[in-house]
Structures are given as C-alpha cells and as structure tokens.
C-alpha cells in the first residue's frame, strides 16, 4: 500500500494562496500518476489536477491559470500551489496516487480543509 499524508489546507480571504503537500511513502513514487482532488459539502468528488510519472499536467478548467501541480520525486512529495482562490474553492482537498503492483491500485489521502473567505 501507498500511504498519502497531507497538510497545507487552512483558512485564506479571497484573493490569497496556499500550498498544498501530500507525502507518499514506499519506493515507486517516481512511477506513480498523482492526482488532487476536491469535495465540497454537498457535492461530489471531483478532480482538480493531475500530473503523470512524466510530468504531464491537466486542470479542471475552473482552475486552469490559478492552481499548478508539480511534483519532487527525491522528497515523494506533489505540490497544488492555490493562487487567487476564491470561496467557491472552498472544500475539502484529497491527494491520490494511481499505481500498478500486481494489479491496478488507488490510494487517498485523508483529505485537508480549505476555506476560502468573501
């Protein structure tokens, strides 16, 4: 199993940053698609950004020019570095890793709280 462990999340005014982290344990980090998510009272998960073992990255286009993943393989770590948030991106953040070990696997972090203020 690959274990997720994130921090970053807290309470911003509109307008402000934020940078997410989420560690991951074990030795394939660098094989690994890595993905944010979010979830918001009320509504389903959705995904935020991704960014493959390569370094390709895609955003929902309600964050496209505001969020960027990026990730340092030597710390098993991705990064959603939030410019510009606004309250409607207030929600509960998820990291998650895709990985094959024998078989297809899905990992998730335990989630961080953002709250993004008027």
């Known amino acids: 199993q690959v274990q997720l462990v994130e921090s970053g999340g807290g309470l911003v005014q509109a307008g402000g940053s934020l940078r997410l982290s989420c560690v991951a344990s074990g030795s394939i980090f660098s094989m690994i698609t890595m993905a944010w998510y979010r979830q918001a009272p009320g509504k389903q998960r959705g995904l935020v950004a991704v960014?493959?073992?390569?370094?390709?990255?895609d955003y929902v286009d309600s964050v496209k020019g505001r969020f960027t993943i990026s990730r340092d393989n030597a710390k098993n770590t991705v990064y959603l570095q939030m410019n510009s948030l606004k309250p409607e991106d207030t929600a509960v953040y998820y990291c998650?890793?895709?990985?094959?070990?024998?078989?297809?696997?899905?990992?998730w972090g335990q989630g961080t709280q953002v709250t993004v203020s008027s």
């Open positions: 960014i493959t073992s390569g370094g390709s990255t």
């Open positions: 998650n890793a895709r990985y094959y070990s024998g078989v297809s696997k899905s990992s």
